[in-house]
Structure formats: structure tokens, C-alpha cells
């Protein structure tokens, strides 16, 4: 249930998530295209869905506070 949940949010905001924390210059857009690129790996591969935040984070290419920012700067907009 969690994992359908996370995908669902996944698929709404990942794309817009990566795009924004290049614009915030957090990553570089070759770092989101790698962990989007990963995040549908996972997918294809039926392992368990992983948010991009999740997968910038276990890589050390962003901070938790970095992507609090971004959430709520996407949680803002999402209003």
C-alpha cells in the first residue's frame, strides 16, 4: 500500500522534483537524469518504487534539507 502510494506521488511530482532542484542548482541536470533514469530501473525491474528524493539522498547529491525546500516550494505550487 505504501509503495502504490509513493509511486502515485512519484509519478505526479519527480519530474517537476528534479527540475526544480537543478533550477535551485542542488544537482546538475545529468544528476537527475541518472536518478530518474534509476528510479524507472527500479521500476522496470519490479523493485520496490523509490522517490527521486530518496534516490538523490542515498547518493549524497542532495541534503534532507535541500529536498525539504524543494517539497514545499512543489507543495506550494500544487495549491
Not at 546538475?28 to 539522498?57: F, V, W, Y
Request: aromatic share 6%.
Amino acid at each position: 500500500m505504501a509503495n502504490e502510494i509513493d509511486k502515485e506521488l512519484s509519478e505526479r511530482y519527480c519530474p517537476r522534483f528534479a527540475t526544480l532542484a537543478v533550477e535551485k542548482g542542488f544537482i546538475t541536470a545529468e544528476q537527475a537524469k541518472k536518478a530518474l533514469e534509476e528510479q524507472m530501473d527500479d521500476d522496470l525491474s519490479n523493485k520496490p518504487h523509490r522517490l527521486i528524493g530518496r534516490i538523490l539522498l542515498e547518493k549524497s547529491w542532495m541534503t534532507p534539507r535541500q529536498i525539504d525546500m524543494v517539497l514545499n516550494e512543489l507543495f506550494k505550487k500544487a495549491k
